[in-house]
T-cell receptor, first 117, second 115 residues
Framework: AQKITQTQPGMFVQEKEAVTLDCTYD???????LFWYKQPSSGEMIFLIY??????QNATEGRYSLNFQKARKSANLVISASQLGDSAMYFC??????????????FGTGTRLKVLA | GAGVSQSPRYKVAKRGQDVALRCDPI?????LFWYQQALGQGPEFLTY????????KSGLPSDRFFAERPEGSVSTLKIQRTQQEDSAVYLC?????????????FGQGTRLTVV
């Protein structure tokens, strides 16, 4: 079963507008972390924001915020005031707290965001 | 530099050739991951080290793939007898601890093309 689902292969947003990138996840582990990474054309994965399963409040980092709805198992990324430099691939990922101790990241298939001038 | 460094950035190998991909993690980082990313896909887990111990190699696709981190810092991913399906970007990431609630820092990857 797919553990991280990103249903939007591509998104467009006008510069200075806000955009929401969807992510749903599946786990039976009560302890888990949800991460968003940005991958520009250069290839490097850049960490954006983290939400822990026990966190009571939604995470925010500058123009990035995470809309965490635990009951729905969704962790959508909101980018406010989009900039041309935000054009990139965005990946949602999860790490589960249980298991062998690897705590490996499980990634979704990504959403390609294009910001229009 | 302060980030994760991978070399080479690009590698073209003839089918059947052996290749070695290097990862220099952030100094002092305990965790080290290798991921394989096919074109247009999300990264897929290959293997994980905590210091010099390889704790999980469940993602290695075949016995042609081998990874090591002998002194708990630099890591090498080796692919023997490369095949066309091995063409992908290989990403390395390191993390300061072995916990599930910390982010990992990724390198820029090595793009392997097998011809």
């Amino acid at each position: 079963a797919q553990k991280i689902t990103q249903t939007q292969p591509g998104m467009f947003v006008q510069e200075k507008e806000a955009v929401t990138l969807d992510c749903t996840y599946d786990t039976s582990d009560p302890s888990y972390g949800l991460f968003w990474y940005k991958q520009p054309s250069s290839g490097e994965m850049i960490f954006l924001i983290y939400q822990g399963s026990y966190d009571q409040q939604n995470a925010t980092e500058g123009r990035y915020s995470l809309n965490f709805q635990k009951a729905r198992k969704s962790a959508n990324l909101v980018i406010s005031a989009s900039q041309l430099g935000d054009s990139a691939m965005y990946f949602c990922a999860m790490r589960e707290g249980r298991g062998s101790g690897t705590y490996k990241y499980i990634f979704g298939t990504g959403t390609r965001l294009k910001v229009l001038a | 530099g302060a980030g994760v460094s991978q070399s080479p950035r690009y590698k073209v190998a003839k089918r059947g050739q052996d290749v070695a991909l290097r990862c220099d993690p952030i100094s002092g980082h305990v965790s080290l991951f290798w991921y394989q990313q096919a074109l247009g896909q999300g990264p897929e887990f290959l293997t994980y080290f905590q210091n010099e111990a390889q704790l999980d190699k469940s993602g290695l696709p075949s016995d042609r793939f081998f990874a090591e981190r002998p002194e708990g810092s630099v890591s090498t991913l080796k692919i023997q007898r490369t095949q066309q399906e091995d063409s992908a970007v290989y990403l390395c990431a390191s993390g300061p601890r072995g916990d599930w609630d910390t982010e990992a820092f990724f390198g820029q990857g090595t793009r392997l093309t097998v011809v």
